[in-house]
């Protein structure tokens, strides 16, 4: 069974940082792209990263380009997101997604508040 | 950036009775692979997002057979069959063809 968890959420002031972590499990990790998606609160999904398997390419979103920096360890099975200089509208639920075309799992989400 | 625009914004469907959502992007979502890459993904309350379909119209595993996805281009549609209780949520479009990848605002399918 796919099983992807999010872990590293929480409250932090402007300008803060944090790194947001996904175990996953139930699949050949290093075989497939993974990707962050995020939601803020009562607001629609927003596409945040991707990074290719076994080390392949990295791209983001404008809005995060420069201060956060996607990474993964095949040999942990995890997923990472560095966030730095984070903003009020940083704050939302970060989904860890398996794949890149076509994202076919989704984890719980990890929480990220952005406030002072 | 392409954008995805999806309506209607808000569905009040009787159960059993079918329900249609339509995405159009702003640019055809054919790759230069030939493949087209738009998925239908369902987020039901309080829950995570869930992919429905893929490749337009690839129900992913688990997926009941009432949901189907058709178009091409630039307009696509999901459908379902008969609405059942548990299909309540919102719904997205997204496309994965051109960086960045983009969502459309969610179509909320409530029943009557």
């Known amino acids: 069974e796919v099983q992807l968890l999010e872990s590293g959420g929480g409250l932090v002031q402007p300008g803060g940082s944090l790194r947001l972590s996904c175990a996953a499990s139930?699949?050949?990790?290093?075989?497939?792209?993974m990707t962050w998606v995020r939601q803020a609160p009562g607001k629609g999904l927003e596409w945040v990263s991707v990074i290719g398997g076994s080390g392949g390419g990295a791209y983001y979103a404008d809005s995060v380009r420069g201060r956060f920096s996607i990474s993964r360890d095949d040999s942990k099975n995890t997923l990472y997101l560095q966030v730095n200089s984070l903003r009020a509208e940083d704050t939302a639920a970060y989904y860890c997604?398996?794949?890149?075309?076509?994202?076919?799992?989704w984890g719980q989400g990890a929480l990220v508040t952005v406030s002072s | 950036d392409i954008v995805m625009t999806q309506t209607p914004l808000s569905s009040p469907v009787t159960l059993g009775q079918p329900a249609s959502i339509s995405c159009r992007s702003s640019?055809?979502?054919?790759?230069?692979?030939?493949?087209?890459?738009l998925s239908w993904l369902q987020q039901r309350p309080g829950q995570p997002p869930r992919l429905l379909i893929y490749r337009v119209s690839n129900r992913f595993s688990g997926v009941p057979d009432r949901f189907s996805g058709s178009g091409a281009g630039t307009d696509f549609t999901l459908k379902i069959s008969r609405v059942e209780a548990e299909d309540v949520g919102i719904y997205y479009c997204m496309q994965a063809t051109q960086f960045p990848y983009t969502f459309g605002q969610g179509t909320k399918l409530e029943i009557k």
């Open positions: 640019q055809s979502l054919v790759h230069s692979d030939g493949n087209t890459y």
């Open positions: 139930g699949f050949i990790f290093s075989n497939y792209a």
């Open positions: 997604v398996r794949g890149r075309l076509s994202p076919d799992y």
